[in-house]
Structure formats: C-alpha cells, structure tokens
C-alpha cells in the first residue's frame, strides 16, 4: 500500500458507510509524523473545527496491506462520529469520542480485519494472520492482567487504559455480533463497568461515560485509600518517624 492508495480507500469507506457529509482528502490533509506510538491519527479537537488532519507515520507502509486498511478504516469512522455528533457541545462531544467512537471505530477495524480462509477464522494482525482462539487468548489475558486488579489513578495511565478498553470491546462486540466465540468473563473491581460497556454499546447507546467516569472514580478512591493506609502506618509508630511524615505530605501534594 502507497500513500496515495489512502484516498481511494477514504471513498471506498464511503461507499460501505454512506453519508452525504464526508469532507474531501488530499495530500494537504496529510502531515507525517515519526517517533509516535500510532500509525495513522486524527484529532477529535480539529474534527470538531473541520480540520480533517491526518496524522501519518510513515513507518505503517512496512506493514501489512490489510492491516493497514484496517487501521485507516478505524480513523475514517472518527470522522463519521465527529459528524454524527459535532452538534454536540465541545465536552460532551468529546467525551463521545474518546470513548463511543473508540468502541465503534475498534468494531470497524475488526471487520476489515477478518479472513475466513478454507473455513477457519483468521485476524489479520500487523504482519502476520491469527487463528481467532489464539487472538481471544491474547486479549482476554491482556484485558484480564490489566483490570483484576484497582488501578491507582494517574489521568495519563488511566486514560490510556480505559482507550485500549474500548478497543478490546469494540473488536470483541464485532466477533461477537458475528461469530460464535467464548463469552467474556472477567473477575475485577471494575467487572460491573466494564459488563456495562460491553452491554450499553451492545444496545445502541453513545453515551457510556457514566461506565468511564466510575471506573475513574473508583481508581481515585483506591489511591486515596492507599495514602490514608500509609499515613496511618506512620502514625501508629510508637516514635513517629518525622521524615516519613514530612515525605509523605509532600508527595501527597
């Protein structure tokens, strides 16, 4: 795949997901990038204010075809959500986006990423294809290590966690709606929040940030409750050790 190849993908997108809305691409929506940890991204931000900007990291053509196309198909649902809801105000749209359109753009990505070769199901990864039981066995133990456990609340580790939840649960609603595959079960703090998610997307609904926001909450609790188990150590000292006293304030700060 070529550069150029992503604006005939970007109608053909058009034709599978029709609306009469989409903005024109060119070379001059395009900006390379390199040293990122993506391979193509919009800015929900600048999709908002009709900056059709894309990110490319020029590494991606190394990759293979159909992930490839399965990736640009995720981005290309971004700008059909940001339409859907850019009469929204600015924090509810964004809200929408950083977790619906995650959701669903993941549930896109994940039907152009399927292969049904001589009756087996295969997921095509970055370069090679994947049995589908071996892909499930992957993420479910990647989603089950992540969340069986509290997570101390830090905005940037949470939030890029919570982004690849919904990753997960778009590409497992996709298999799910399609195929017959094991039912996701998981025993963690947040397992209601998560059923939630799986289960509001599942009925039609865009906004799931009550789920985000508890799962938020519930982390900062956990943190909180970590600080008042430390501070309550040092205080059952017989001698209180100052310095730890002194640490521990100031780190709480």
Same mark, same amino acid.
């Given at each position: 795949?070529?550069?150029?190849?992503?604006?005939?993908?970007?109608?053909?997108?058009?034709?599978?997901?029709?609306?009469?809305?989409?903005?024109?691409?060119?070379?001059?929506?395009?900006?390379?990038?390199?040293?990122?940890?993506?391979?193509?991204?919009?800015?929900?931000?600048?999709?908002?204010?009709?900056?059709?900007?894309?990110?490319?990291?020029?590494?991606?053509?190394?990759?293979?075809?159909?992930?490839?196309?399965?990736?640009?198909?995720?981005?290309?649902?971004?700008?059909?959500?940001?339409?859907?809801? &850019?009469?929204?105000?600015?924090?509810?749209?964004? +809200?929408?986006? /950083?977790? !619906?359109? %995650?959701?669903?753009?993941?549930? *896109?990505?994940?039907?152009?990423?399927?292969?049904?070769?001589?009756?087996?199901?295969?997921?095509?990864?970055?370069?090679?294809?994947?049995?589908?039981?071996?892909?499930?066995?992957?993420?479910?133990?990647?989603?089950?290590?992540?969340?069986?456990?509290?997570?101390?609340?830090?905005?940037?580790?949470?939030?890029?966690?919570?982004?690849?939840?919904?990753?997960?649960?778009?590409?497992?609603?996709?298999? &799910?709606?399609?195929?017959?595959?094991?039912?996701? +079960?998981?025993? /963690?703090? !947040?397992? %209601?929040?998560?059923?939630?998610? *799986?289960?509001?997307?599942?009925?039609?609904?865009?906004?799931?940030?009550?789920?985000?926001?508890?799962?938020?909450?519930?982390?900062?609790?956990?943190?909180?409750?970590?600080?008042?188990?430390?501070?309550?150590?040092?205080?059952?000292?017989?001698?209180?050790?100052?310095?730890?006293?002194?640490?521990?304030?100031?780190?709480?700060?």
């Amino acid at each position: 795949m070529k550069v150029l190849d992503i604006f005939s993908l970007y109608l053909e997108y058009q034709k599978e997901y029709p609306r009469n809305d989409y903005p024109e691409l060119s070379v001059d929506n395009l900006v390379y990038v390199h040293d990122v940890d993506f391979w193509f991204q919009f800015n929900s931000s600048k999709l908002y204010d009709d900056q059709y900007e894309l990110q490319v990291n020029m590494e991606a053509f190394a990759l293979n075809d159909t992930y490839l196309r399965s990736i640009l198909y995720h981005e290309f649902t971004h700008i059909y959500d940001s339409l859907t809801f &850019k009469n929204k105000p600015m924090d509810e749209y964004e +809200k929408n986006m /950083s977790h !619906y359109s %995650e959701i669903h753009a993941s549930y *896109i990505e994940m039907r152009k990423r399927i292969r049904e070769i001589s009756h087996s199901l295969y997921i095509q990864d970055e370069k090679n294809e994947i049995l589908i039981h071996i892909y499930l066995q992957k993420e479910y133990s990647t989603v089950k290590t992540t969340w069986s456990n509290y997570i101390e609340y830090n905005p940037e580790t949470i939030t890029d966690k919570m982004k690849r939840l919904c990753y997960f649960v778009g590409h497992y609603k996709y298999l &799910k709606d399609h195929y017959n595959i094991p039912e996701f +079960k998981i025993v /963690s703090p !947040y397992a %209601e929040e998560i059923y939630g998610i *799986i289960n509001e997307y599942s009925n039609g609904m865009y906004n799931l940030n009550k789920y985000f926001n508890k799962i938020i909450q519930k982390s900062k609790d956990y943190k909180n409750s970590q600080y008042l188990d430390k501070l309550q150590s040092i205080l059952n000292e017989d001698i209180i050790n100052q310095d730890a006293l002194l640490g521990f304030f100031t780190n709480k700060i």
